[in-house]
């Protein structure tokens, strides 16, 4: 059997598999580009804010059915190496303003700044007026290697002409400095933490520490452009005893929730529901929705960031839960090159289907049609008649062959009719000559 007369013969049934392998091979890419159910996130010390609002992000996404798996590091600068190395698994991470720098930008994206993360300046009684400069020679918490409490501690008093060899630098754990702070084991502590951090909070509340701001904090933010100046106001951390007793400046960068550019963009956005209701509540330094921002500190708002603070959460995660969310909107735009190809062929493929059953028996016609002109001619001598007559069995056979359905059964008993009218011709036409 030629292989046109087997497309001929079998075309339904090699349309309907072609058409069910395109489905399932939709469906596959489809399911192989669903989100992913586990995603890593890098935090910071056990204890910390950012572990702890790291726990509070795992919260929110397993209520989609994501889980969370947290990373404990020593802070931003380990942040920073893990979601830079694709090996590590890290896709997620709270980052503190100016330590990702310019050069993340080809492998990171930012969901935007979450919170004010200040620079608190905690010193022991005696301490507290000396300006950066007088702390030559001083023991100093700036935290421990990998924090960006350390890093940028080390720029600052680097600016001022303090390092390791003039100064005690140490790298304290902040539960280790207020320890040591609290016992008079150290002069200065510098912390990066939210205002509502376990060991501030002790520390504002102990009377052996007293809380420092910083003067020339307006040249410190026009020379570190991601830093911002905030004020805690008198008695805000305890009215009865007017603690702190005066306003204090401090400098405080601001936290931005990082990603690998190849994170799923609906984990993205899940990401980004979650800091709205993580983020979004008024707190010392900011008004109730100024958080999560539509900022980029280090590097660009990836474009499902962009998107959602303009327009926040696509149209089919406002009414589906996530995951249906998904399927659905994968679906749509399965459906929509799958349609515009199934219209047309609902559309034609009666018409072709019919016109490939009525061009079998067309066909014979047209042989039929040759015969009957040779015939009609009335000039073809006696020998050429059983050659025609032959012919003509050999096409009846043909036709008794084709499998036609019920619905073109009348076109072949007409063919045969016709077949047979074209014999009798013949026949006649024989005794004709004969005589």
């Not at 889980?67 to 802070?75: F, N, Q």
């Not at 504002?204 to 933010?221: E, H, I, K, Q, T």
């Not at 073109?408 to 036409?429: C, F, Q």
């Amino acid at each position: 059997m030629s292989v046109r007369h087997f497309l001929q013969s079998h075309w339904r049934s090699i349309a309907i598999v072609v058409t069910a392998a395109a489905i399932a091979c939709a469906f596959l890419v489809i399911w192989l580009s669903m989100p992913p159910r586990v995603i890593v996130m890098a935090t910071g010390p056990e204890g910390g804010t950012y572990y702890e609002l790291g726990e509070r992000y795992r919260a929110a996404l397993a209520r989609s059915g994501v889980e969370v798996r947290l990373v404990p590091t020593a802070g931003s600068v380990e942040n920073l190496a893990k979601l830079l190395d694709p090996h590590s698994g890290v896709s997620v991470a709270l980052m503190q303003g100016g330590i990702a720098g310019t050069g993340a930008a080809s492998e990171l994206e930012s969901l935007g700044t979450m919170f004010y993360e200040p620079r608190w300046r905690f010193s022991r009684p005696g301490v507290e007026g000396v300006g950066l400069a007088g702390l030559r020679g001083r023991k100093i918490s700036i935290g421990p290697e990998g924090s960006g409490s350390r890093a940028l501690s080390l720029k600052l008093l680097a600016s001022a002409g303090i390092d390791g060899r003039n100064s005690e630098l140490l790298a304290l754990t902040p539960r280790e400095t207020a320890e040591k702070l609290s016992a008079g084991e150290i002069d200065v502590a510098f912390l990066m933490a939210s205002w509502d951090s376990p060991v501030v909070q002790q520390l504002l509340a102990d009377d052996r520490v007293v809380l420092s701001g910083y003067p020339r904090a307006d040249a410190l933010v026009a020379l570190n452009p991601f830093l911002s100046k905030v004020t805690v106001p008198r008695g805000a951390a305890n009215l009865v005893k007017d603690l702190p007793p005066s306003d204090v400046v401090l400098i405080a960068a601001k936290a931005s929730l990082l990603v690998r550019k190849d994170m799923h963009p609906a984990i993205q956005y899940l990401l980004l529901n979650a800091a709205v209701e993580i983020h979004s509540r008024a707190g010392i330094f900011n008004r109730a929705n100024d958080f999560p921002a539509a900022e980029a500190t280090d590097v660009p708002l990836s474009s499902e960031a962009l998107r959602f603070y303009k327009s926040d959460l696509p149209f089919l995660h406002e009414y589906f839960p996530f995951w249906m969310a998904e399927l659905i909107g994968k679906l749509v735009i399965l459906l929509i090159p799958v349609l515009a190809v199934l219209y047309p062929m609902i559309h034609f493929l009666p018409r072709i289907y019919d016109w490939a059953m009525r061009s079998k028996v067309l066909r014979m016609y047209g042989e039929l049609r040759v015969l009957e002109n040779a015939t009609s001619r009335d000039q073809g001598n006696k020998s050429d008649i059983p050659e025609m007559i032959a012919l003509l069995d050999r096409m009846e056979e043909q036709v008794n062959d084709l499998t036609m359905p019920i619905a073109y059964a009348s076109m072949l008993y007409e063919l045969r009719t016709h077949i047979d009218l074209v014999r009798g011709s013949l026949k006649k036409h024989a005794d004709n000559v004969a005589e």
